[in-house]
């Protein structure tokens, strides 16, 4: 899965996989992480959030293509966003570095926490199979 989105950069490219809490149970809640993180100025300002990668099974090729699909990940090796949820399982972002990688799984993440805080399911998650 690293490798499907860093081989065809050309530039320097970190790619972080994390289970953050927050990210899942919002996922796991029917959350629209995509829709609920543009209604957010300090996610949407700075980390561009993909749809959810719907539950396939985890070390999958298919794991890897539909995330790569979510990504926005084009023939170029460009993405067209920055971070994904996984249903059932965790987050991928991409940055230049480590620590901007970072910065969009907690920007994510702490969004998350304050919707389910909050009570309001304002943003359902649409129902995706994978391509």
């Not at 999958?60 to 790569?68: E, G, P, Q």
């Not at 965790?90 to 994510?108: N, S």
């Amino acid at each position: 899965m690293h490798w499907d989105l860093q081989r065809d950069t050309k530039k320097t490219r970190t790619v972080v996989h994390v289970h953050a809490t927050h990210i899942v149970a919002a996922i796991y809640a029917g959350i629209d992480l995509q829709a609920t993180s543009a209604e957010f100025p300090e996610i949407s300002r700075y980390t561009r959030v993909g749809r959810t990668v719907p539950a396939v099974p985890a070390l999958s090729r298919d794991l890897a293509d539909v995330t790569a699909e979510c990504l926005g990940l084009k023939q170029d090796g460009t993405l067209e966003f920055d971070i994904v949820g996984q249903m059932n399982h965790g987050a991928r972002a991409v940055a230049t570095d480590p620590w901007g990688a970072y910065e969009h799984i907690e920007r994510l993440d702490h969004i998350c926490e304050i919707v389910l805080k909050s009570g309001v399911v304002s943003k359902p998650l649409p129902i995706q199979s994978p391509s």
